[in-house]
């Protein structure tokens, strides 16, 4: 009835151990009231039994041996052993055929001591005797089993055998009936696990609501799932978009080759073939930028992380453009104060600025302005790249890190559209963020960094 | 462009490449530079071909059927065949490029790339600049004092910002060399991502101005589609 495989589940296991430990506590505690309650009752026999002894003590022999003798014929004694015993040890009356040879004479009650009956009646080591020398020298012995604490002992083990056996039964049944469910859920997970291994990703986990630990789990799955999805979808629209971008570009110098072929004059030819050649050199550019995206996302991790000095980050990244700045008659400059430190890959966030820099001269207007700054807050430093050319509206903030993504409103300008999603990328993988600032005028973007550790003295 | 007289050996160059098209394309280009250029389409015959006679430079992709690229190299370098060897490969990563210059590869060229990179690397590597101790550098009418960090054109002292001046040693140490954007840009900024826009132009057109006056023959010359070089005006 009971699979190995049931037995493996969780639910199973705990029922059995449910089990055992109720087992464990309930013995305890029957044993305990047993052993109080044989204590009191044992205590209770010492106590007679002395008191019997005190008394027969003050009657004179031979009344006590008649005494002994009614008892014993007429079997209403509490006590199973009466005798009496001279001062040679010899019988005088009673059922025992000596004193017990471990018992001493001192009117208190002793266990364990081994009688010899005369009579062969019940004896045992579970015997309580008194013995008690009269004024005479006679010596009285008196004495009892424990017949009803063996009978408590009985009683306490029919109630554990039948409250326990029931109790048990019940655990296991209920275990079994619960991994049966979880065995059961597990089994639906598989098959949904299956089915989306399969292929068909829009399958779910199905989730309870009861919020336990397997819907808990298939909630995470599901959320995991989506990721997974959304990534592929991202994927194919990267597909979509370099499809896009190579096509269009192939198509043109496609469409120019065949229209030189046709036409073949030489200098017609030159110009289409420089063209084409143009061209190709975009769709390389293209290419190389989303296979440097996609070194840094698979990346996953950093390969030389130093303790870099955004100032000079900064220096240099001035040095690099500031040429080019002055060809466009831009107001050029940075702005930075006390030396602030990051844990970054240096060439990889002189990459990323060298982007956004880039970026902010192609689309600052001639004479416009460019200011890189260096902002230290407690949170950690900022890098903000700010131009006054025509800006990002706040409607399209969210998707200019997407690949490929250009700004309808943007100006003519060449470009791969890779900027920003490699800046994000190299952000992310350093674990800061990029900002798209709310400016009036022009665009203002922002890497916040997370602070690095302050300098070691040197 | 570097030409050859015909007293002097034309350099022989080895491309390992398993695509017959694209093969047949730099073995084109190879030999209008004026190379004797060879082929083998894997990288068990490239290294039989090297070990027959070992030619100046191998041009080798990086994946191979066989004994691919990096293998070919390593099997070279243990063999003690110190020729130098350009790395073609379409792995960009960071991590490959060091693999393939680790395996003992002298330079590593992406793909896609122009034949005039190409061609300008493998002339960097054909004429790889002695890493001599003067003091002085010395082109035409060009001198360059490395350890007073001075520049004259004649008697006319030329003023240059310490870029400019890394630069211009750069395109000195390569006399009539065809140095490409991104050679610049590796071996003088060493970045290793790609330029963007006309960066290096506009750096090298800020030299240009300072090194060249107008009246002047120009030394400095563009290179269309693939570089700049330095003329010795000679």
Redesign the interface.
Known sequence: MISPKLVRTVPFRWALGFAVALTGSTIAIFGYIYWQTAQLETQAKDHYLEVEAEIAVQIPAPLLAEQIKIRLANAISYSLYNALFDSQGQRIAGNLAEIPATLPIDGVAHRNCIPASMDGGPHGDKIIFVAQRRPDGTVFVIGRDLDNVIALRDTVLKALERGMIPTIVLALLVGTLMARNTLDRIKTLGRTIGRIMDGDLNGRLPVKGTGDDLDNLSVQVNEMLDSIVNLMGEIKSVGDNIAHDLRTPLTVMHARLERGLAEGGRDALHEIIRQSLSDLERTFATITSLLRIAEIENGRRLRCVTRTELGEILEEVYELYEPLAAVKTLDFAIIHGTPTYVEADRDMLIEAVANLVDNAIKFAPTGGMVRVELIDEPTGPIIRVKDNGPGIPSAERSNVTRRFYRSNKSPPVHGSGLGLSLVTAIATLHGFRLCIAEVDQGSSIEIVCTPGKAPAPS | MPSFPDSYARPTILVVEDDQDMAEEILAVLSSEGYAATHAVSGDAGLAAIRAAPPNLLVTDRMLPGLDGLALIECLRAEGIQVPVLVLSAL???DERIKGLKAGGDDYL?K???MGELCARIEALLRRPVENRETMLVIGPLKMDLIERTVHRGAREVELLP?EFKLLEYMMRRPGQVVTRSMLFEDV?H????P????VD??M??LRHKIDFPEEPPMIQSVP?VGFVLNDLS
Not at chain 2, 196 to 199: A, C, D, E, F, P
């Open positions: 960009s990563s960071v992406t896609p790339f122009a870029r900024w970045y290793r991502f790609p963007r826009t006309n960066l506009v750096h057109g800020r589609r």
